[in-house]
T-cell receptor, first 108, second 115 residues
């Protein structure tokens, strides 16, 4: 079973920041938080991951709370091509347990 | 660097038949995982192979099986197909050389339709 809770859907205006929350209150000390996204019927695409420090790469930023019970994925300047389902995953092994994810719709 | 390649992309089979799907991981990646995605159940983990050995297995019946070859290519097989096996089957590869937390890269999937 997935160990994360995400809102089922969110909207964001094009050019604005998209902030996608994720709750993972039962996360263990050695488990990482991973984010993937899936654009219609394609394979999921890796975005970013982190353990306890905030992380940033060319795609997004990941903010993890100090108690590690929740995190936020930030897409700084959302474009129409960022419309997708975003999955937050708590991962301790190579078997990733996906939840239902958040369907992000970026609107012009 | 070539990505994860899954073949075929689309497949139509009849109930009761069996099917074999293929996955070629990214060069150098030794871990291959398989997932089933359906509208009702979402993305579900099937199994993971590393160095030709199954390391993890999800909650699927024995009709679903897999194997990995010495070149890390993997196949999964579904026997006695049922209508409910219609799904997008995804393969993911990762380095996983003793490290648990390397990112996994997914292929485009094989869409199986059982009629």
């Amino acid at each position: 079973d997935a160990k994360t809770t995400q809102p089922p859907s969110m909207d964001c205006a094009e050019g604005r920041a998209a902030n996608l929350p994720c709750n993972h209150s039962t996360i263990s000390g050695n488990e990482y938080v991973y984010w993937y996204r899936q654009i219609h019927s394609q394979g999921p695409q890796y975005i970013i991951h982190g353990l306890k420090n905030n992380e940033t790469n060319e795609m997004a930023s990941l903010i993890i709370t100090e108690d590690r019970k929740s995190s936020t994925l930030i897409l700084p300047h959302a474009t129409l091509r960022d419309t997708a389902v975003y999955y937050c995953i708590v991962r301790g092994h190579n078997d990733m347990r996906f939840g239902a994810g958040t369907r992000l719709t970026v609107k012009p | 660097k070539a990505g994860v390649t899954q073949t075929p992309r689309y497949l139509i089979k009849t109930r009761g038949q069996q099917v074999t799907l293929s996955c070629s991981p990214i060069s150098g990646h030794r871990s291959v995982s398989w997932y089933q995605q359906t509208p009702g159940q979402g993305l579900q983990f099937l199994f993971e192979y590393f160095s030709e050995t199954q390391r993890n297995k999800g909650n699927f019946p024995g009709r679903f099986s897999g194997r990995q070859f010495s070149n890390s290519r993997s196949e999964m097989n579904v026997s006695t197909l049922e209508l409910g096996d219609s799904a997008l089957y995804l393969c993911a590869s990762s380095l996983s050389q003793g490290k648990l937390y390397t990112e996994a890269f997914f292929g485009q999937g094989t869409r199986l339709t059982v009629v």
